[in-house]
């Protein structure tokens, strides 16, 4: 079993960045491909990228690409999403995910965090 506690969500200005936290447990953490979601009330989540095990490979949604960032410090058990330029259509509730396989791009990630909301006004 692996715990996911996402943080670092908040109230951002449009053209403003944010970095999301999401620290891991209960898993060898280097073995575990991460990913990010966000889903709005109401609607389907969404991929937002992933990265696998060890930090080498990323992949991001089209509409993500060039302002988002995914990073992880093994050592710390933690992966990041660097979130710039932000705008209001970014607003969501956004989601840290795990799989012990070594690469996932869709939903089917094992496990999944309680969300932090992420609120970009205009």
């Known amino acids: 079993q692996v715990q996911l506690v996402e943080s670092g969500g908040g109230l951002v200005q449009a053209g403003g960045s944010l970095r999301l936290s999401c620290v891991a447990s209960?898993?060898?953490?280097?073995?575990?491909?991460m990913g990010w979601f966000r889903q709005a009330p109401g609607k389907e989540r969404e991929f937002v990228g992933t990265?696998?095990?060890?930090?080498?490979?990323?992949y991001y949604a089209d509409s993500r690409k060039g302002r988002f960032t995914i990073s992880r410090d093994n050592a710390k058990n933690t992966v990041y999403l660097q979130m710039n330029n932000l705008k209001p259509n970014d607003t969501d509730v956004y989601y840290c995910?795990?799989?012990?396989?070594?690469?996932?791009?869709?939903?089917?990630?094992?496990?999944w965090g309680q969300g932090t909301q992420v609120t970009v006004s205009s």
């Open positions: 209960g898993r060898t953490f280097s073995s575990l491909a």
């Open positions: 995910a795990a799989d012990p396989r070594p690469w996932v791009v869709d939903e089917t990630y094992r496990y």
């Open positions: 990265i696998n095990w060890s930090g080498g490979t990323t």
